[in-house]
């Protein structure tokens, strides 16, 4: 079946440093992918998403591009700010089964020191 | 609009106590979903509805149950609740045009 793999956390970063967090995934469809945020103690948020390959997904500075050709949607952001520290989620969705369900990667947390 | 939302926020059950958390969301999506989330697992899909009186199970639906009589609302029922359900539950709901899902602030269920 569909699954998505996520770099294993805890990622403790300083402040401005770069950050990228590694997501693979399989899919017998074609897939919408998706990063989810978490922050302490709150749901899920929607971060970006694709959903066709070479798509590129941004949002507050975080990107990640969706390669088919790599199974890959890797988090990217360039500056990492204390505001950051959450818990980052990726995800797939087949809009054409069971309801467009989504499968989560396990998450990665990121800390982000002054 | 408040989007999705979930109650109680926290909840204490002891082994085989019933109970039913509440999920609403006023966008009129047509698609709810009961997520739990467990530590190092990620979020798993307990049961969806794509409208109302239509529901079905995901990956892990045993000992919970679900109705839709309303495209607004999607309860989720913990029959005689288990150790093994304590976690943090959240609903989702999306428009049937759309990718994403919007998701609400969770309910924290400890079983002792």
């Known amino acids: 079946g569909d699954s998505v793999t996520q770099m294993e956390g805890p990622v403790t970063l300083s402040e401005e440093a770069c950050l990228t967090i590694?997501?693979?995934?399989?899919?017998?469809?074609?897939?919408?992918l998706f990063w989810y945020v978490q922050y302490p103690g709150e749901g899920l948020q929607l971060l970006l998403k694709?959903?066709?390959?070479?798509d590129k997904g941004s949002n507050k500075g975080f990107e990640a591009t969706y390669r088919k050709e790599t199974t890959s949607f890797h988090l990217e952001k360039g500056s990492v700010q204390v505001s950051d520290s959450a818990v980052y989620f990726c995800?797939?969705?087949?809009?054409?089964?069971?309801?467009?369900?989504?499968?989560f990667g396990q998450g990665t947390e990121l800390s982000v020191k002054p | 609009n408040a989007g999705v939302t979930q109650t109680p926020k926290f909840q204490v059950l002891k082994t085989g106590q019933s109970m039913t958390l509440q999920c609403a969301q006023d966008?009129?999506?047509?698609?709810m979903s009961w997520y739990r989330q467990d530590p190092g697992m990620g979020l798993r899909l307990i049961h969806y509805?794509?409208?109302?009186?239509?529901?079905d199970q995901g990956e892990v639906p045993n000992g919970y149950n679900v109705s839709r009589s309303t495209t607004e609302d999607f309860p989720l029922r913990l029959l005689s609740a288990a150790p093994s359900q304590t976690s943090v539950y959240f609903c989702?709901?999306?428009?049937?045009?759309?990718?994403?899902?919007?998701f609400g602030p969770g309910t924290r269920l400890t079983v002792t």
């Open positions: 989702a709901s999306r428009g049937a045009l759309q990718n994403e899902q919007y």
């Open positions: 509805s794509v409208g109302a009186g239509i529901t």
């Open positions: 995800a797939l969705s087949d809009p054409y089964n069971q309801g467009g369900k989504l499968i």
């Open positions: 694709a959903t066709k390959a070479d």
């Open positions: 966008m009129n999506h047509e698609y």
């Open positions: 590694n997501c693979t995934y399989t899919a017998t469809g074609y897939p919408s």
